[in-house]
Structures are given as C-alpha cells and as structure tokens.
C-alpha cells in the first residue's frame, strides 16, 4: 500500500473555481494544481482574471463556487487572515505600503500582525518585539535594502517599494507566495534584480507570479498557466506553454509569443477594479 507524503501534496490544488459579477465570469471554472517549490506563472491579457484568481486563492473575495486547497486543506470558507497565519502570502497589483514609515516599520507590522498581535506597535512585550525586530531586519536585508531601511518609504523609488513588498509578504513567513505585477513599472536594472531576488527564495516556498513582462516570466517560471477571460486556456512546462498556438493568439492574433516578449516594453501596471478585502 502506498500513501501519499506531504511532499506529494500540492501546495495550491484549484478545483473548478469560479466568480462571478452579475453577467460577467471573471474567473471561470479553473481547475489547477501547484507543486511544492514550484516557481509557477500566471499570465494572460489585462482583464483575463489573474488578480482576481489571487483573491479568490488569498481569501480577500469569496468564491461563487469551486474548491481552493491549500497544503491539502479545504481554505475555500477560511478568511484571509486565518490563511495568511498559515503561510499563505501575498503582494498585491497596487501598493499596501505605509509611505510615511520607513521599511522596517512597514515589515515588522506585517509580520506583528500574523503574529496576531494588530496593528499596535506597543501590543507586543519587549521580547516578542525584539524578536519581530529580528524578523524585520532579516526580511528586509533578504530583498537588499538594509542600506535604505530607515528613509521613509514615499522617498524609495518604485522598484525598492516593489522589493519591499516582497519584505513585507516574506514576514509573514509564508508557504506559499503570491506575487501580483512585482515587476509593472520597474526599470531593466531593478527587474533584474527583482529577478535574482525571486531566485534566491528559500526552494520549499512555492511562488506563484503573476507577470506581463514574458521575458521575466521565462526566465523565472517552470511552470505557466494562461488565463484568457477568465478561463485556463494552457497549463504546463514553461518552454510547452511558449509554444502553444491557443497562447499565442489569446495574447497576439496571427503574431508570435516569441516577438512580443523579445521586442516589447512591460505593459506596466493595469487599471482594474478589484474590491479587495482588507485581511
Ligand atoms: N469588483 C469587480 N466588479 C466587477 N467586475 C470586476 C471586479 N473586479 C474585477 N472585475 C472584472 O473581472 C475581470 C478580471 O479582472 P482582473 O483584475 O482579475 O484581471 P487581470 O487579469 O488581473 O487584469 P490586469 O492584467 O489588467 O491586472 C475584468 O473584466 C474586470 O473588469
Ligand atoms: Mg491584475
């Protein structure tokens, strides 16, 4: 008889998930599993439903149906905040940063809240605040901005506020890490530093990113998942899903996957109207 270890278990296992608004399925029917480790893609055109299926993963919008397990558990009814304390980790398409605190102090609330202490700075005993301190600096050390941990945040440029963010998720200690457009706005030189970030993770945390710029994608992802409104339309090895015709014509019409992410700038970041939950 075999059983299954915990390392057979996904660490996402999506199950027919949908949501709907009124007439429009802004996530429909999309059935997906994550690996362990994985270093896993979402991409797809503006509107196709990759934040949205981020929410619905995270807890910030409830499902209308399907199943979201999470390490083999059923979360679909569990809140954000109870899956944020079980590891579950998430940035988002636009900034959740407090600008008039310095990065420190944006981090180490992350990870006082996910140790169910608030928002008050003054909750925590002067052990556990030293040991979020502790947290903090390492987490903020971890995306390279030890140098500019005590500036305030408005002062950072956009993509030292984008690496914070990954500070800030990384406090939370998560499993699993959602990353939503890191990347959208962020100069060559900071998207390749992003990219070397993303790739000096610790190899257990799952990520899964969401991204426009196909060039970061390839070289990050092992696995891509296509959304095209709404719906999964190509799931599987990075180079397999590069090649896809259904892939290649949700994005371009008669032109090639290929020419677009070798000759085109990233969109940058899209407009679009999430009602995101506060966790
Ligand atoms: N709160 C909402 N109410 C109604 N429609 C919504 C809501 N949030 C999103 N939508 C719609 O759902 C669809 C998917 O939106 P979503 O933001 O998930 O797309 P996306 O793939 O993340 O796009 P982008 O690449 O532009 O960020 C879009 O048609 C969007 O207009
Ligand atoms: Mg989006």
């Given at each position: 008889?075999?059983?299954?270890?915990?390392?057979?278990?996904?660490?996402?296992?999506?199950?027919?998930?949908?949501?709907?608004?009124?007439?429009?399925?802004?996530?429909?029917?999309?059935?997906?599993?994550?690996?362990?480790?994985?270093?896993h893609?979402?991409?797809?055109?503006?509107?196709?439903?990759?934040?949205?299926?981020?929410?619905?993963?995270?807890?910030t919008?409830?499902?209308?149906?399907?199943?979201?397990?999470?390490?083999?558990?059923?979360?679909?009814?569990?809140?954000?905040?109870?899956?944020?304390?079980r590891?579950?980790?998430?940035?988002?398409?636009?900034?959740?940063?407090?600008?008039?605190?310095?990065?420190?102090e944006?981090?180490?609330?992350?990870?006082?809240?996910?140790?169910?202490?608030?928002?008050?700075?003054?909750?925590?005993?002067?052990r556990?605040?030293?040991?979020?301190?502790?947290?903090?600096?390492?987490?903020?050390?971890?995306?390279?901005?030890?140098?500019?941990?005590h500036?305030?945040?408005?002062?950072?440029?956009?993509?030292?506020?984008?690496?914070?963010?990954?500070?800030?998720?990384?406090?939370?200690?998560?499993?699993?890490l959602?990353?939503?457009?890191?990347?959208?706005?962020?100069?060559?030189a900071?998207?390749?530093?992003?990219?070397?970030?993303?790739?000096?993770?610790?190899?257990?945390?799952?990520?899964?990113?969401?991204?426009h710029?196909?060039?970061?994608?390839?070289?990050?992802?092992?696995?891509?998942?296509?959304?095209?409104?709404?719906?999964?339309?190509?799931?599987?090895?990075?180079?397999?899903v590069?090649?896809?015709?259904?892939?290649?014509?949700?994005?371009?019409?008669?032109?090639?996957?290929?020419?677009l992410?070798?000759?085109?700038?990233?969109?940058?970041?899209?407009?679009?109207?999430?009602?995101?939950?506060?966790?």
């Amino acid at each position: 008889m075999t059983t299954a270890t915990t390392t057979d278990v996904p660490a996402l296992s999506l199950a027919g998930v949908t949501k709907r608004y009124g007439a429009l399925t802004a996530v429909d029917d999309v059935t997906l599993e994550v690996a362990k480790g994985a270093r896993h893609a979402l991409i797809g055109p503006n509107g196709a439903g990759k934040s949205t299926l981020f929410n619905l993963v995270a807890g910030t919008l409830p499902v209308t149906s399907g199943q979201v397990r999470f390490a083999g558990t059923d979360v679909t009814r569990r809140s954000a905040a109870w899956r944020a304390r079980r590891g579950l980790g998430k940035t988002f398409q636009h900034s959740s940063l407090f600008l008039s605190m310095n990065p420190l102090e944006n981090v180490a609330l992350a990870a006082q809240r996910v140790a169910g202490k608030g928002m008050s700075l003054l909750a925590s005993s002067a052990r556990e605040r030293a040991g979020i301190d502790d947290v903090a600096r390492q987490c903020v050390a971890d995306v390279g901005l030890t140098d500019r941990s005590h500036i305030v945040t408005g002062a950072l440029s956009h993509g030292e506020r984008r690496q914070l963010e990954v500070a800030v998720a990384l406090a939370t200690r998560p499993r699993l890490l959602l990353l939503d457009e890191p990347a959208a706005g962020m100069s060559p030189a900071e998207s390749n530093r992003f990219a070397e970030l993303v790739q000096s993770l610790p190899e257990d945390l799952t990520v899964v990113i969401i991204e426009h710029d196909l060039d970061l994608v390839f070289r990050l992802a092992d696995r891509v998942s296509v959304l095209h409104l709404g719906g999964l339309i190509a799931d599987g090895p990075a180079e397999q899903v590069r090649e896809d015709p259904a892939v290649q014509q949700a994005y371009l019409g008669e032109d090639s996957l290929e020419e677009l992410f070798e000759t085109a700038p990233s969109p940058g970041e899209a407009g679009s109207s999430n009602e995101e939950m506060a966790t």
